[in-house]
């Protein structure tokens, strides 16, 4: 009896040492091929309100392989803001829910055009937000889409005007830094 005992307990402890030293992707952390393709470094040109200027972005893993932390700032003062845009966006994934989620921050702060949280939706190499305005009912579409033939994102954003998407606010296109 203390032999199938003995058995019993280290076949237990041998499984679960094993199990420890072995990659699980249902570990519980947030896991994406897609915004995989982001991490790194980036410089971007972008249009807003016919106005060009550059950004640098970076992203990467954080707080336990959870989110996806983007971060960009432009280089130059955009004039309708009189300071450089920055802002921070961390994608998630409820894992429960099964949806994404993305909290971000900008230099407008809490009191900005957007609600600062949102859910996404994946199709095919394309993230799509769906950002509320703050104080109101109206939508932004903000579009993450990966290019793989050239390796490169682009970025755009469109106010959603009876059910549609209307004219371009924000264009931007990501290449890789070579920083």
Same mark, same amino acid.
């Given at each position: 009896?203390?032999?199938? %005992? ?86 998630? %994934? ?19 055009? %957007?609600?600062?949280?949102? %859910? ?60």
């Amino acid at each position: 009896m203390k032999h199938t %005992y003995f058995l019993i307990i280290a076949a237990f402890i041998t499984t679960a040492a094993f199990a420890q030293n072995t990659e699980d992707t249902a570990d519980g952390r947030f896991h994406d091929d897609l915004l995989n393709h982001l991490v790194g470094k980036w410089n971007v040109t972008a249009t807003a309100h016919d106005e060009k200027f550059t950004l640098h972005l970076e992203a990467d893993w954080v707080m336990n392989h959870q989110y996806l932390h983007i971060h960009f700032k432009s280089h130059e003062v955009v004039p309708w803001l009189k300071v450089p845009f920055e802002g921070e966006f961390f994608f998630g %994934y409820n894992q429960e829910n099964k949806r994404y989620t993305v909290h971000e921050m900008t230099v407008h702060g809490d009191d900005g055009p %957007y609600e600062g949280f949102c %859910y996404a939706y994946k199709t095919g190499n394309e993230f799509k937000l769906m950002k509320k305005h703050a104080g109101s009912d109206d939508i932004t579409v903000q579009r993450f889409t990966w290019e793989p033939q050239s390796k490169s994102w682009d970025i755009n954003m469109h106010v959603l005007v009876n059910g549609k998407e209307g004219e371009s606010l924000v264009d931007m296109k990501l290449v890789t830094s070579k920083n």
